[in-house]
């Protein structure tokens, strides 16, 4: 099983960075890209889905995971 990991706020930050530029990227591409990033996904067993499928689930994945990366904007509530 993972451990977790603690990273310091200066990996986070470039780690979300990262992560977001692939997404935009994807996001921007050409279809073609897009068609062998598919058939990339498709050859790693990613799933039965059809290989436009997988390339959008991918993107809405590293979508999400920049969302969650950003700093939080409120500071935690002290246990009661």
Do not use: K, Y
Not at 8 to 34: C, I, M, P, Y
Not at 37 to 59: C, D, K, N, R, Y
């Amino acid at each position: 099983m993972n451990e977790p990991t603690t990273l310091h706020s200066d990996q986070v930050e470039e780690l979300r960075r990262l992560v977001g530029t692939v997404e935009d990227w994807l996001l921007h591409t050409s279809f073609e890209v897009r068609e062998d990033l598919g058939a990339f996904l498709t050859g790693l067993g990613w799933s039965g889905a059809a290989p436009e499928q997988l390339v959008t689930w991918l993107i809405s994945a590293l979508g999400e995971q920049t969302i969650m990366l950003r700093p939080s904007t409120t500071t935690p509530m002290e246990p009661v």
